[in-house]
């Protein structure tokens, strides 16, 4: 069984459920994460703003979840 994924970001716990980044195509299993190649991180995208509610400050140049 595939888990749920827990991001801490800033002492905060944020789950995303296999439902939402997990998805069986015909006989293949498919993860929905995107990576940007040569850096050392990974973009959250879609899967997780669906989920939580996100507020972008421009002038601080912050996000808020």
Not at 6 to 30: A, L, Y
Not at 40 to 64: P, Q
């Amino acid at each position: 069984m595939v888990p749920d994924i827990n991001f801490h970001i800033e002492g905060d716990r944020f789950t995303i459920p296999r439902s939402m980044w997990f998805e069986k195509v015909g006989s293949q299993c498919v993860a929905k994460f995107m990576h940007h190649p040569g850096r050392m991180m990974w973009i959250l995208g879609l899967n997780f703003f669906n989920k939580y509610y996100s507020v972008f400050d421009y002038e601080s140049n912050s996000i808020g979840f």
